[in-house]
């Protein structure tokens, strides 16, 4: 058993006692959501250090999927391929335990309503893993646009179709849609201790986002810095800020609404004895 710097411990007997009225079906979801708190409580208390380079690591990441899309796409002309494609970055996030943006809609908001964290520490999580998302993506972007120049012409492209639309319904629906499919990816991937069930969601949900065209403000955003530092002229900050404002509020409200709700509901009386246990501490 390890103590994290906070006081808790990572020991799942932290937990609150299991109920031994309830059906089976529910022991094992309380069991589910008492791992995900228990995983994702260090996450709240990291270091700011820590938790910029764990978003700057999933920046870098991501950015190798992008890469992989941006030649698969430039060489086929098929989005679909450049999705399975992609799915290489999603995979390496699983992998390599690093954080995207849109991943802290779930077990992170656990944390918070279980009364293991606080919500400026949640606002901080996603505050610095957004920001380091950008910061290690922006550098690969920077990379791909000096080292493959024949990929500027299908990064400006794509760079088109996303920011030169109206910032309507479709273009939030989209961002709802994307938050909500990153979120249940999380979900899938918390819910097995199976490596490769976990890359098979990461593909799975990688050809939903990425081949059906929803909006993801970190993913779509370094598709737009390879176009900027390739100086393709559709990709100026005056087009993409608006944008990645829309796209970044229904990215939250499609993870938190969508999804995350709903298992808060689904878990209340087992949150409701976590926050129970964390006030007698």
Known sequence: MTRTHDGTTDDPSTAPSDRVD?????????????????????????????????????????????????????????TL???LAFSIGFIALRLGHSELFTEGFHVPVMVVAAGEGTVPQLLRLWVGTLAGNLLGGWVVAWLIATGLPSLHRTAGEMT???VDVPLDG????????AGAAITLLTRMQQGTDDDVARIVAAVGIAFVIVGTGLLHSVLDTLVFFVALHAG???????????????????NLVGGLLLTTLLRLVRSRERLLQWRAAADER
Do not use: M, Q, Y
């Open 160 to 162: 088109a179709e996303l």
């Open 170 to 177: 479709r273009t939030i629906a989209l961002a709802v849609l």
């Open 81 to 83: 391929l450049g999705a």
């Open 232 to 250: 393709e002229p559709v990709a100026t900050f005056a087009t993409w800020l608006p944008w990645f404002g829309v796209v970044v509020a229904g």
């Open 22 to 78: 309830e059906p089976e079906t529910t022991e094992e979801k309380d069991h589910a959501l008492d791992r995900a708190i228990i995983e994702g409580r260090p996450r709240l208390h990291r270091s700011t250090p820590d938790l910029l380079a764990t978003g700057t690591v999933a920046g870098i990441e991501v950015a190798v999927g992008v890469l992989a899309l941006l030649v698969v796409v430039e060489a086929t002309g098929s």
